[in-house]
């Protein structure tokens, strides 16, 4: 049977990217519905597994320590002093871990040549705003210290994350910049959570047939904070936040998402406030669509694009 305005919709998504969309949501399904939060991320885990697997082999993967935090470092070469980004994983602030984008984190490391640091930050709703925003922050300036003993250069460091982490890369710089603490080189920011606003893209890509519907994403906003006075604050939505002064910005947009007019709207502030900013709307992507690279040529440009992006502005030219 035809559906409307929903097969018109359906048709905008890259071809592969909606084999990613259905195959996941066919995992979720098959699974039921979860009793609590602790069985929606073993869940959420499992679902992501198939997506997280191959890829890229890295010189060395370690599993760290920070104050009871677990960080993992990923080097595509040995024995170089590296530049390197701290990657914040997506999720809602309430799902996903390190492990769920691992495959993310090694191919930005092979394909930019440099070392990847991913943060298994506390998830919300038993750690609520800024519980994760601080240990991010703490991440950064941990990495600036150890870089030395890692092997690392600490001159030259990069912030990213999708999503949550989008979100939580953003206000980690804003808050470093009001603290008089050193900024990351640039910020790569993919399909972030920049508002809780429900702006057009909302209404048009909200359906179940799209990798995050809006209920959902209200929902995570809700489990992040103590109440709705909240999400007001500039470090919780940055698209409120004076944005004068932060790094360079690459923004990935996923054109059939939700967050997309958030985007839109957020790589338009950063610009008016002077910030270098690359802002690449993917065509038929959906949310999370950078999962999807193990099928989906559209996913693996987007890495390309973005590493290119990172060594053109850490100044290296050492792809694998």
């Known amino acids: 049977m035809p559906k409307g305005l929903d097969a018109i919709q359906d048709d ?4 592969d990217i909606r084999r990613f969309v259905d195959a996941v949501a066919a995992a979720y399904g098959a699974r039921g519905a979860p009793a609590d939060t602790a069985e929606r991320r073993r869940i959420a885990e499992e679902v992501r597994k198939p997506w997280r697997e191959g890829g890229p082999i890295m010189a060395e993967s370690l599993d760290l320590d920070m104050d009871g935090i677990r960080l993992r470092l990923h080097r595509p070469v040995a024995d170089e002093k590296l530049p390197v980004m701290l990657y914040i994983h997506g999720g809602g602030w309430v799902l996903f871990s390190i492990d769920t984008h691992d495959r993310l984190m090694r191919e930005y490391a092979a394909r930019a040549g440099i070392a990847v640091i991913g943060i298994d930050y506390s998830l919300s709703p038993e750690n609520k705003f800024p519980v994760a925003l601080e240990e991010c922050t703490g991440a950064l300036d941990w990495i600036a210290t150890q870089a030395d003993t890692l ?11 999708d999503s949550a982490g989008a979100n939580l890369s953003v206000a980690t710089c804003l808050l470093q910049r009001a603290r008089g603490r050193p900024l990351p080189a640039g910020m790569l920011l993919n399909y972030g959570a920049f508002s809780p606003d429900h702006l057009p893209s909302y209404a048009r890509f909200g359906g179940e047939a799209y990798s995050l519907e809006c209920d959902e994403m209200d929902a995570f906003w809700a489990d992040y904070v103590d ?20 790094p360079p910005a690459f923004l990935a947009i996923a054109e059939c998402d939700i967050l997309a007019d958030c985007n839109h709207a957020f790589a338009a502030k950063l610009t008016a406030a002077g910030v270098p900013v690359e802002a690449v709307t993917y065509t038929g992507a959906t949310h999370s669509f950078l999962e999807a690279v193990s099928i989906a040529p559209l996913a693996r440009r987007a890495f390309d694009e973005q590493a290119a992006w990172m060594m053109k502005i850490l100044g290296h030219d050492h792809a694998l």
């Open 12 to 15: 905008m998504v890259d071809p």
């Open 151 to 161: 092997n690392l250069d600490a001159n030259r460091i990069l912030i990213g994350g």
């Open 227 to 246: 109440g709705p006075g909240q999400l007001a604050e500039p470090l919780v939505a940055p698209l409120r936040a004076d944005l004068s002064g932060l």
